[in-house]
Structures are given as C-alpha cells and as structure tokens.
C-alpha cells in the first residue's frame, strides 16, 4: 500500500499540471477558505440594543411592565436590551439625539407603555435592526397584555391555571419536520 502512494506522489510530483490540481491547488484553496471565514462566529455577534428608560413614578407603577424591561436588560448570554435609566424624557430625547441610545422607552400616565426611536438613517444597518428590536418588544408586551385583560374580563378563573396562561401566552412553533 505505501509503495502505491509513493508511486503516485512520485507521478504527481514529475508532471507540473498534475502538481498544481492535486497538491498546490487544494492546500491554497483550503487555505483561502480558513482565511474567509475566520472571523465569521464574530461578525454573527449581537451586542444589546442601548435603550433609555425613563424611571419616573409612572414607570415604577407600571411593576409589570418594569419587571419585563429589567429582566431584558439583565446581563447574560441572552441580554437582550442595555438599559440606561434617565429621571426625565428630556434627558432621555437628549441622549437620543446624540446618539448615545437607540430608542426611549417611557410610561404615559394611564399606564401604556411609549416607545419613540430615532429617525431611520434609511438602510439596514445596527439601528435599524435596533429599532425593530425594540418595536418587536413593546408590540409583544402590549399584546399579550391585552390578551390577558381580555381573558381576565371574559373569565377571571382562566387565569387560575399558570400552565394555562403560559400556553396562551407562548408562541408555538409555525412549522413542524416532516
């Protein structure tokens, strides 16, 4: 057996074509290859949208809504969200306007949540992905917020069942493997 391989490198090595494919070519190529994708797990990384939060009273009234904002922001693996507190909304538009957040997230007086972004720069880019982000976070809350009003009116003993509000409240998976 290893008199057959020496015969073939032998060949291989005699004949410069043969050289290049079998040889030179594969080796520069997988070479090449590494060299691309590198750098491919970090450029996957997500970093945590930068969120201004206004921590008035309205906001430390609203325990539900609060509770759900901290438990994004903890850090962690899946820390979605970096939370900066600001005591007043002006504060918070001003860190906006300079760039230092992503979107403001603040409590109206009736206890609905507000979420006001920065303008979209047009394109896909870090902000903008932010800013999906965090509409994606406020639609949910308000959502299932309501769904849980709405079920707590029509039926204040389905929420007895804490495996039965979860259910409700998960979203399943929309396509199943076959």
């Given at each position: ?100 957040v992503i979107g403001i997230v ?69 396509t199943v493997q076959v």
């Amino acid at each position: 057996m290893f008199n057959v391989f020496k015969g073939a490198l032998m060949v291989l090595t005699r004949k410069r074509e043969l050289f290049i494919w079998s040889l030179a070519f594969p080796i520069l190529l997988s070479t090449m290859f590494m060299l691309m994708f590198a750098n491919l797990d970090d450029a996957t990384a997500f970093d945590p949208v930068a969120t201004a939060v206004v921590a008035d009273a309205h906001y430390d009234e609203a325990t539900a809504f609060s509770s759900v904002i901290d438990e994004l922001g903890e850090e962690g693996d899946d820390q979605l969200l970096d939370i900066r507190t600001f005591a007043t909304v002006d504060e918070a538009r001003n860190a906006l306007t300079a760039g230092e957040v992503i979107g403001i997230v603040s409590v109206e007086a009736d206890g609905t949540p507000k979420l006001a972004v920065s303008p979209d720069s047009g394109g896909l880019g870090v902000e903008q992905i932010g800013r999906t982000i965090l509409d994606t976070v406020m639609n949910t809350y308000v959502r299932n917020a309501d769904l849980l009003a709405s079920v707590a009116a029509d039926n204040p003993l389905a929420l007895a069942d804490p495996d039965l509000v979860e259910e409700a409240l998960t979203h399943g998976n929309a396509t199943v493997q076959v």
